[in-house]
């Protein structure tokens, strides 16, 4: 007789659509071995569009482990660890789980100022972001078409400051995925990557400056970002510009 494997539940992304200032958080672990665990429920941010993962610290009776990297797996989020002492934990112990809360924060203020600079090169220039990673000291933004020169340089930090210096408020939710496509600039979304099966979208708004769906952490208002400084910019083929930047400390 064949016994039926029953499928390990899905992981709850519990830092959407607006929780992403939860850096603590308890959960149940669904699996684990000597290198990975998966929960019921969590607040680590898995590496995705561009930014890092989340890293921190699980901890339960009797075990501590390090998360060193957090990855979507099929449906599930695999915390990576590094077992500092005990066993690893049983299904269905409780685990309390620590996010790195400063570079939660760092990363979730250069994501976000990648949505200023996004903006402004889409309005100043019409050129879309083709790419972009971020890290918690420096980001880069892949435009296309583009080709900037000093003056453009200037334009685009320039514009990005006042934004921030506005202090706009960042609003994290779902929407309706026909409300999104509807109401989205041209290119502000790769929405033909999104599965048409994902709906609601979780959208990323900056009020009366940007909106675009984006699954990532992000600050509240855009005071919190301090300043953008660009650093750097090479061009990496036919009308693709790569333009990289820092933030002051906010």
Known sequence: MLLEVQPRPVTEL??????????????????????????????FYPEGG???SDRGVLEWDGGVADVVDV???????RHDIELRSGEPPAEGTTVEGRIDEERRRRLSRMHTAQHVVSRVVLDEFGASTAGN?????????????ASFD??????????SNEAIER???VVKENRPRPTVEEEVDEGRALLDMIPDSVDPLRVVEIEDFDMCPCGGTHVSSLGELGGITITDTTSKGAD??????ELSDG
């Open 133 to 145: 990673q971020v890290y918690p000291d420096r980001s880069r933004i892949d435009f296309e078409p």
């Open 240 to 245: 693709v510009e790569r333009l990289e930047f």
């Open 167 to 169: 202090d706009l408020p």
């Open 14 to 43: 519990r830092y959407l659509p607006d929780a992403d200032d939860v850096t603590t958080f308890t959960a149940t672990v669904t699996e684990a071995s000597r290198d990975s665990v998966f929960l019921d429920g969590t607040y």
């Open 71 to 77: 990855k979507k797996d099929h449906g599930d989020v």
């Open 50 to 52: 561009g930014q890092p």
């Open 150 to 159: 000093e003056d453009d340089l200037a334009l685009i930090e320039r514009r």
